[in-house]
Every structure is written in structure tokens, then in C-alpha cells.
């Protein structure tokens, strides 16, 4: 039975918690596993075959293990190589690379769906391979690649609940302190799950207007 009064008292550390922990951890981690994405994306899509190949047991390696692993090989197996990192940054890392290596698979078929008829085009103009990229490819891979991406966003907000276990605060975290004397599991895990189905929620909304800005830049 839900403890209503424990849900008033307990709705403002969640909230602190989700604010001050789980929005942060998701956007650092998201944008720094971005960045690896398109580097690994673009290292896979190279004509060298030892970048390929790296880029390829990278992507295979995150994706072939559970993210609580990578997490605990983060924060607990890297000290015994004297490699030792402070819980917060282990989460990011962790995350980053988790992110990373899904994303770039999102981020490399954007890519290589633009007509390769618009790099020979673009190259007709002048134009390098960076800037053929950036101002050509890029547009049109980012606006296919947005709902992938979204869902990503989406599933690593709900992973940094996995946190707690490399003594990272988060959301989740205090609800299991508050929960752990009190015994009032159903309450406290409830009322986390109310605040990260409405985070999901504002999330999925900007996406779908995201997608329609995109899609009219594109028409145009």
C-alpha cells in the first residue's frame, strides 16, 4: 500500500536527485558518447582496414557486454592496473563508451543512406571530404538519425540508474537510501518510476518536434 505522507516527504530528495544527478550524468554521457560515435563512424567507414577493424571490435566489444560490467571494469578492475577514477567520472566514462558503441552503428548507416551520388557531386564543386561532410552529408544523415538516437538518449537516461553500484548519487540511489529503514520499497521505486516515465516523456516530445524541423530544413 503506498505511504502518501512518505511520498511527500521523499518527492523533493528524488527530485534533487534526478536534477542534480540523473539529468547531469545523462547529458555529459550522452554527448560525450556522441562524439565517440561519430569518430568510430567514420573510422568504420575507412578504406584502411586496421582503423576499420579497431573500429569494429570496438562497437563489437560494447555491445557484447553488459553495461553493469563495463561499469565494474571501470570503477573496480581498472585500479588494479594503478588506473584509478573517481566514481563520477567512472560513470561518465562507462556510460560514453556504452553510448558510444551503440551509436556509432545509428550514426555510420545515417551516413552511408545519403546517395553517393551527392559526394561525387560535391567533390565536382570543390569541395573536400570534410566540407563535403559537414555542410552536405551531415544535414541529411542527422535528420535520419534522430530517432535512433532519441531512443539511445532515452534507454541511458534509464541506464544511469545502474550508477548507484560505483557509489555514483543519482535519482535511484536516493531512493534506495530512503527506502532501505523504512522498508517502503513500493512507495519509494514508485515514485522513481513516476519521474522517469515524465523525463522520458519531455523527451520523447522534443524528439518528435526535432523530427519536424529537420524534415522541413530538409524539403527546403
Keep these: ?95 560514453s563508451l556504452n553510448v558510444g558503441g551503440y551509436a556509432a552503428e545509428v550514426v555510420r548507416s545515417a551516413i552511408l543512406s545519403v546517395p553517393r551520388g551527392q559526394w561525387e557531386a560535391a567533390a565536382t564543386v570543390g569541395m573536400g571530404y570534410g566540407t563535403t561532410l559537414r555542410r552536405v552529408v551531415a544535414p541529411q ?29 543519482e535519482m535511484f540511489r536516493v531512493a534506495q537510501q530512503i527506502a532501505a529503514p523504512t522498508f517502503q520499497f513500493l512507495t519509494l521505486y514508485g515514485l522513481a518510476a513516476v519521474y522517469y516515465w515524465v523525463v522520458c516523456a519531455v523527451l520523447a516530445a522534443l524528439q518528435d518536434r526535432l523530427e519536424v524541423r529537420l524534415n522541413r530544413y530538409v524539403t527546403q
Design 141 to 169: 544523415a542527422a535528420r535520419l538519425a534522430v530517432p535512433p538516437l532519441s531512443n539511445t538518449l532515452i534507454s541511458l537516461l534509464k541506464d544511469t540508474s545502474l550508477v548507484s553500484v560505483v557509489l555514483v548519487t
Design 1 to 95: 500500500m503506498v505511504d502518501w505522507d512518505l511520498v511527500r516527504s521523499s518527492a523533493w530528495p528524488l527530485l534533487q536527485g534526478l536534477v542534480l544527478g540523473t539529468i547531469p550524468l545523462t547529458a555529459l554521457s550522452f554527448a560525450f558518447g556522441l562524439a565517440i560515435a561519430v569518430v568510430v563512424a567514420l573510422m568504420r567507414l575507412s578504406p584502411v582496414a586496421l582503423v576499420s577493424g579497431a573500429a569494429r571490435v570496438y562497437v563489437s566489444a560494447i555491445r557484447g557486454t553488459p553495461l553493469l560490467v563495463q561499469l565494474f571494469i571501470v570503477f573496480y578492475a581498472l585500479p588494479a592496473v594503478g588506473l584509478t577514477i573517481a566514481p563520477w567520472p567512472s560513470a561518465i566514462l562507462a556510460l
